[in-house]
């Protein structure tokens, strides 16, 4: 059974179209992640959170925004998608110390195309 | 962040026992060792985790040293199902990967034949 939600699990949309990519995690996480992967490849991080209010940049850069008003959700925001966008978007969370077990756990995924 | 380093892939049999050894040399003191295993189209699984020693679980085992440079995991008799990315990575619960998330790097892609 998921506790990490993300919806939807496949998009395909035009160019110029603005898209929110929903994550919504049950676990009452504090940190919360978004990485992107093409077919094959490594996993890049593009955005983070460590609680309500917070989100930083990760490593790979990125033309989406983030936003956390609340714990258990961090959507993720094109305003003009490209076909250079078109991948798979994964977002994931994790406690935040205090615990042996730090594992992440992660969505399904969010399989993008852009035309 | 510890650097890891893994063979890119690595290939067996169903039935047969494989092990996938993960070099992490820059591990630091508060470190904890992970690994993943992820299927296409799908997120990274967490499969196990450990500090040192030996641990084990209904999926895998975990190997690791003592000097904690090195780990491997090991899958019992592997079945086509097994087929897929493993990823180790090395960090301390804040870290959970650090300030800016675990880096998963390439990883082994595991490939089981009949």
């Known amino acids: 059974e998921a506790d990490i939600y993300q919806t939807p699990r496949y998009l395909v949309i035009g160019t110029g179209k603005k898209i929110t990519l929903e994550c919504s995690q049950t676990m009452g996480h504090d940190k919360m992640y978004w990485y992107q992967q093409d077919p094959g490849m490594e996993l890049h991080l593009i955005h983070y959170s460590y609680g309500v209010n917070s989100t930083e940049k990760g490593d790979l850069s990125s033309e989406s925004t983030v936003s956390r008003i609340r714990t258990e959700h961090f959507p993720l925001t094109l305003e003009s998608a490209r076909p250079s966008h078109t991948s798979q978007y994964l977002c994931?969370?994790?406690?935040?110390?205090?615990?042996?077990?730090?594992?992440?756990?992660f969505g399904s995924g969010t399989r993008l195309t852009v035309v | 962040l510890a650097k890891t380093t893994q063979p890119i892939s690595m290939d067996s049999y169903e039935g047969q026992e494989v092990n996938i050894t993960c070099s992490h040399n820059n591990i630091a003191t508060n470190d904890y060792i992970t690994w993943y295993q992820q299927f296409p189209s799908q997120g990274p699984r967490f499969i196990i985790q450990?500090?040192?020693t030996k641990v084990t679980n209904e999926v895998a085992s975990l190997f690791i040293p003592a000097d904690r440079k090195s780990s491997t995991l090991s899958l019992p008799r592997v079945s086509l199902s097994d087929t897929a990315v493993y990823y180790c990575?090395?960090?301390?619960?804040?870290?959970?990967?650090?300030?800016?998330?675990?880096?998963f790097g390439k990883g082994t892609h595991l490939i089981i034949q009949p």
């Open positions: 990575l090395v960090g301390d619960e804040y870290s959970g990967g650090g300030a800016d998330g675990l880096t």
């Open positions: 450990g500090y040192k």
């Open positions: 994931a969370s994790s406690e935040y110390g205090g615990s042996n077990n730090y594992g992440y756990t």
